[in-house]
Antibody, heavy 121, light 107 residues
Framework: EVQLVQSGAEVKKPGESLQISCSGSEYIFANYWIGWVRQMPGKGLEWMGSIYPSDSDTRYSPSFQGQVTMSADKSISTAYLQWSALKASDTAIYYC??????????????WGQGTLLTVSS | EVVMTQSPATLSVSPGERATLSCRASHSVSINFAWYQQTPGQAPRLLIYDASTRATGIPARFRGSGSGTDFTLIISSLQSEDVAVYYCQQYNNWPWTFGQGTKVEIK
């Protein structure tokens, strides 16, 4: 079965950079769109965007365009979410999720365990 | 952006009773619609996609219905393990958007 394992919790200061990861296994990584979802403390879910590891085609939600960078390295079956200058408002849990093979990610039955990011001075 | 509005915010239901959750979209999303369940400290779990198709392994007591702008999730006989926050999601218009969630409690 599809497995998604995310990198561990992070505590960073405002202005610092960060990259978190999502490693996939038990499926053909390149063939599945991967999405990122944010959950701020005590709040609901927000779709940030999706990337297709096969060709790195990336779609960002307008709210997150320019705020984060998504990338993927299909040679090591890992997707990344990157910030160049963190803000306190980036404090959240970030989930990765995959869609169905060869289809744009619309809904997901497979989710990572989440990465908790805390940004505080 | 399509705004998804869920009601009620909190639902208290006795064990074995029916729970009815609603979600309304600001624009028609056809049947491009999903429901998720999230328990504390866990990732979301897909329950329903395409408005009414149960995901693999989801008990039959979960039933989704609706199309266009109005959708319903019915839990026919509430179990203790169904205590969670339930989110709706549309995938008809990019960006995909979620509702704010309905918290289901045991009365």
């Amino acid at each position: 079965e599809v497995q998604l394992v995310q990198s561990g919790a992070e505590v960073k200061k405002p202005g610092e950079s960060l990259q978190i990861s999502c490693s996939g296994s038990e499926y053909i990584f390149a063939n599945y769109w991967i999405g990122w979802v944010r959950q701020m403390p005590g709040k609901g879910l927000e779709w940030m965007g999706s990337i297709y590891p096969s060709d790195s085609d990336t779609r960002y939600s307008p709210s997150f365009q320019g705020q984060v960078t998504m990338s993927a390295d299909k040679s090591i079956s890992t997707a990344y979410l990157q910030w160049s200058a963190l803000k306190a408002s980036d404090t959240a849990i970030y989930y990765c999720a995959v869609g169905e093979e060869l289809q744009f990610l619309e809904w997901s039955r497979y989710w990572g365990q989440g990465t908790l990011l805390t940004v505080s001075s | 952006e399509v705004v998804m509005t869920q009601s009620p915010a909190t639902l208290s239901v006795s064990p074995g009773e029916r729970a009815t959750l609603s979600c309304r979209a600001s624009h028609s999303v056809s049947i491009n619609f999903a429901w998720y369940q999230q328990t504390p400290g866990q990732a979301p779990r897909l329950l329903i996609y395409d408005a009414s198709t149960r995901a693999t392994g989801i008990p039959a007591r979960f039933r989704g219905s609706g199309s266009g702008t109005d959708f319903t999730l019915i839990i026919s006989s509430l179990q203790s393990e169904d205590v969670a926050v339930y989110y709706c999601q549309q995938y008809n218009n990019w960006p995909w958007t979620f509702g704010q969630g309905t918290k289901v409690e045991i009365k």
